[in-house]
Each structure stands twice: as C-alpha cells, then as structure tokens.
C-alpha cells in the first residue's frame, strides 16, 4: 500500500508530499491542474523510462520518493529477502532522482537499485491502468498465474514445476552417464590407477611433519653427536667440569657458612644449581644413547619423501588433499562399476516422474479449461455492467508447442495461456497490448480486477483515464466496481467525474497557483463542505450555484449510505 508520496521539482511540482489512505482515493481537479503529475511521479519512481522534458523549469534534478507498506505481501517479501534488503516495520522507501543530463539514481530503502530492480520489486505492489506500462495484466506469464489462482490450481502447479525441475535434472545426469563410453572407460582406468597407487602408499595424515623432522634429525647427526659430546664435556664431574666446579664451590661455602650464616642461602642455591645441571645432564645422555643414526634408515627417510612427492604432484598439496583425490577416485570407480546399475535406477526414476508429470499436466489442462470458460464468462458480464457491451473477452488455453513445432510439455504444464480482449463487435479477439483506449484498457483491467480481486497479489491499483467517454449510468457502475474493488485493494483514481468521485474514502484536489510570475501545482485532501464545493465544480463548473451545491450533497449523501450498506 502507498502511504506518502514526495515530488520535488516533477513537471510544475515544485516540493508536494501527498498521504494516501487504505481503500479508495480519488484525485480530482479542473483540466491542466496537474493530476497527471501525481501519476507520472509514481510511474517514475516504480522504474519507468524518466524523461528530462518533465524537470521542472529552471530545476538541475527530480527527485521522488514513495513510502510503500508490503506487510503481508509475500511476494514482496521474498524479493526483498532474496536481495538482502531490510523492510523497515514493513515499510520500504522508494525514491528516484533524474537528472538533465539523462543521469540518475534509484534506491530502495538506502541500496542502490536498477531500474529493472525497482521495476521487478514493484511490479509486486502496483499496477497503474492508462498509458502507462507498468501493468502486470499485460505479461502474459501472469495470465496463467491468475487463471491458477482463480481455478484454486496453485498448489498442483508448483507440484507439477517441482516433479519437472526433478525430472529435467535426472535427465541431464541420465544423459551424461550415457555420453561418450571411451572416455568414461578412460577417467575409470585413471581412476583406478590413482586409488592403487595411493592406496599402496599407505599414508597418514601428519607423516610429511614427521618425516621432515626426521630427516633434519638424521642429516645432521654428526653435528648433534658433536654438540652433545661437548655440552657432556662441559658439565660433567671431570676436572675442568660444570658439576666438578660447582662441587667444590659448594664445599667451600659450607666452609665459609661455619663462620657467617650469610652463606648457607648461597649453598642452598648452588646445590640446587648442582642437581638441576645434573638432571640436564642426564637427559642429554639419555637422547644420545637412544638416538637411533643409521645411513640406512636416512635412505629410507629419503626414499619415502621423494615417493610422497611424486603424489603431492599428482594429486593434491597435502596428505589430506590426496586421500580426498583418494575417495573422488574410489567414487568415480565405483559409480563406473556399476554404471549399469545407476542406468537402469536413472531410467526407473525417469519413468516414475514422467507418468507423474504427464498425468498433473493433463489433469491441470482440463481443469484450467473449465476454469478459462467461467472466468471468461464473469469478467464478460464485468464488461457489460463497465459500459463494454459488444466487447469480448477470451481466455485463451492452447496446448504448448516446443521448438519443433509439436506439442510438448514445459514446466507450466502443456498449455499456453493468454488473455485476449476485442473492444468492439466484428473485431476479432487480440492481445490486451493492443488496446489502445486509455479509457478502455482501465475498465478492462477494472473488470478483471474485480472478478479476480481476493486472487491477485498486487495490493494497489492506480486508475487513470477511467471515466475517459462515459458517463451517467455506466460512470455510477464504474464508481461502485472501484468502491468494491477498494475493500480488496487500495485504489488511486483520477477522475473527472463527480458519480464516481463521491465514494471516495480519501479525496485529494489538485489545482494550479501562480505566484510571482511562476506557476506551481498544489494538492490537498478536503472534506466536509470544501469535498462539497469540490463535487459541485465537477457537476457544472460553477462552485456557487445553489443547484449544484444541492445536488453534490445529494451525490454525497447517497454514497454515503451506499457506503454504510456496503
């Protein structure tokens, strides 16, 4: 639903912020007075093609912003989501800048869009009937959503789309186990060869860190004996020694502690030293005697390298990589072994999913057949009751072709399906592009709108040229299909027409002022006795006429308690 919607410097707009209610609003005003703006402004702002020619005079940009509320629209939401595009308590901003230079920004929320952005997101939450192009009832994709949803066929069409996603899918892996036998049986001999190559080498994770800390260990055990031949040396109790030394320090001081007992601490501290340096020591001794130096065993340190090696060329960086090469090959082998196998098993499940699709596809025709006859019939009386007597409206289902030239089934089933319209008697049927009455395209959609309004998704209707070569009876029916439609959906409605604008929930006038030499557009809501004088404007262009006022009041009145039936 649009809750507010700002202009700056659109046409002769300079700055106009315009609220918008729940259910119908209707935009009045005389000729010229710039309701058009309104609706060029919204169109701008839901991706239309901007045009420099409508800046406003003197202005470098025009800017747009719309605040939109899509709470429950899931459509809406999913696009948002999928986009990863926050709604704001369920609201989304929308705004547009143009500038005379053909350049421009869109952004929804704070994310910078497309025009093909906004123009997708928005094609979810408006469509605007007249001369405008964004109207979801002309791509025919819809057409057969709305004929779904009208027949209640939803669910057994996603089930149908689903079994032929899964279907499409089993295919193409039918058909790539089937491709080109060499060279499968080529990838089954690499395979192979690569699961008995690394399985001889029977390698764990971590034997690289291993080996290489071994092979350091034993390239250079001369030098490692050598160190710890001198640090034996160095330590030992041998004359010259560190335990030697640090035995006879620790005699003296026991010496010298017999005269001061400042000593004793120290002798304590070199006899800890003593122990300590002994333990050291020890364990040095302890690795050298166990230290197992062999050139044999450096060979094969050597050898298991170079043959880990070859493998890391081959089949990954790390052991973890090649046992991971390891298990891809034993796939691959295994699903080559039994290929037969996996053919028969794909060409069951191919079977399974084409009697099922095939059968939701039929069911689904003959159902969106019976369907295509009474909604044709409803939006056809629709049409009458809209002024449209002689027109006929078609919805066509014809069975799918595919690219050569024969019937087939697609993800939507065997049908194609499409709305057609002929406005006047004698004309055959054509697509709904075709018409080329602004006037008339609006009351078609209106009719379609109505006989689908609990169905449709799209939560605001904007009507313009609707009332365009009507009037007395056919303008109240209009008015009372919009009033209806406007329990549904919110609607927005330019009119010229006082029969249609007295049922109104919220009426906004817009007129044009001229201050110093420039002219401005302006637009307010009015009620009570301002709606009043309005309505009798729109009946005889004379606002004071006692007879019009009456009148008006009349009209208003009578909607009023149309209203509070309804």
Known sequence: MLEELYIRNYALAEQLTVEFSSGFNILTGETGSGKSVIIGALSLVLGEKGDVINIRTGADETEVSAVVKISGNTEAEKWLEDHDIPADEGRVILRRVLKNTGRGSIYIQSVPATKNDISEFTSLLFDIHGQHEHQSLLSVENHRKLLDSFAGLEKTAESLTADFISLSNIKKEYQKLMTDEREMLREADIAAFAVREIEQAKLHPGEIE??????????????????????????????????????????????????????????????????ETEDVLDSLERYRNNFDFSPEKLEACDERLGEIMKLRKKY?????????????????????????????????????????????????????????????????????????????????????LGENGRPSCG?????????????????????????ASGGEISRVMLAIKSVLADKDSVDCLVFDEIDSGIGGEIAVAVGEHLYKLSKYKQILCITHLASIAVRADNHIRVCKNSVSGRTFTEIRAVSGEERKIEIARMLSGDTNADVSLKHAEELLMKASGGQEES
């Open 210 to 275: 291993e080996l290489e800390n071994e092979h350091r260990l034993l390239s250079q055990a001369e030098k490692l004996f050598t160190h710890l031949e001198d640090i034996h040396n160095s330590l030992s109790e041998s004359a010259g020694g560190a335990l030697d030394g640090l035995r006879s320090g620790m005699k003296h001081i026991r010496e010298l502690s017999s005269i001061d007992n400042l000593f004793s601490e120290y002798g304590t501290r070199l006899e800890n030293a003593f122990y």
């Open 411 to 435: 993800i939507n089933g065997f049908d194609s399906i499409e709305f057609l319209i002929s406005p006047n008697q004698g004309e055959p049927p054509k697509r709904l592009k075709s018409i």
């Open 316 to 400: 990954g960086d790390t052991i973890e990589e090649i046992l991971e090469f390891l298990e891809e090959s034993r796939r691959k082998v295994s699903n080559i072994e039994n290929r037969e196998e996996l053919k028969a098993e794909y060409s069951e499940r191919i079977g399974l999913l084409e009697k099922s699709v095939l059968g939701q596809a039929s069911e689904l025709s003959k159902k969106r057949k019976e369907a295509a006859l009474k909604l044709q019939a409803e939006i056809q009386s629709q049409l009458k009751a809209l002024g449209m007597p002689k027109a006929e409206f078609r919805v066509l289902v014809e069975q799918r």
